[in-house]
Nanobody, 126 residues
Framework: QVQVVESGGGLVQAGGSLRLSCTASGLTFDDYAMAWFRQAPGKEREGISCIKWGGDSTYYADSVKGRFTISRDNAKKTLYLQMNSLKPEDTAMYYC???????????????????WGQGTQVTVSS
């Protein structure tokens, strides 16, 4: 049984930092591309970053480029998202997902990812 669990969310002031983690079990972690999505209240879930199975290629949406860094540790079956210079508009539920498709040229798409966590809330106060 596949389980994906996010952690590390919380409340932070604008300009602050948070590091999200995501552990996956029940799957061969390094066979999967991994992605971070987020969903703000009243908005669609959007893909903001993804990383190839070996960790040698990444993608960032324009909204987070230069502020967020995605990484993975395949030995620990863990995905990370380092978030710096946080803004109030980054407030959302953040989801980790595993899938078999990866592109470095466009945002990850929900229907390309098979396994999802329950999400971790990030709230940025102004």
């Amino acid at each position: 049984q596949v389980q994906v669990v996010e952690s590390g969310g919380g409340l932070v002031q604008a300009g602050g930092s948070l590091r999200l983690s995501c552990t996956a079990s029940g799957l061969t972690f390094d066979d999967y591309a991994m992605a971070w999505f987020r969903q703000a209240p009243g908005k669609e879930r959007e893909g903001i970053s993804c990383i190839k199975w070996g960790g040698d290629s990444t993608y960032y949406a324009d909204s987070v480029k230069g502020r967020f860094t995605i990484s993975r540790d395949n030995a620990k079956k863990t995905l990370y998202l380092q978030m710096n210079s946080l803004k109030p508009e980054d407030t959302a539920m953040y989801y980790c997902a595993a899938g078999v498709y990866y592109s470095e040229y466009r945002p990850p798409r929900k229907n390309e990812y098979n396994y999802w966590g329950q999400g971790t809330q990030v709230t940025v106060s102004s």
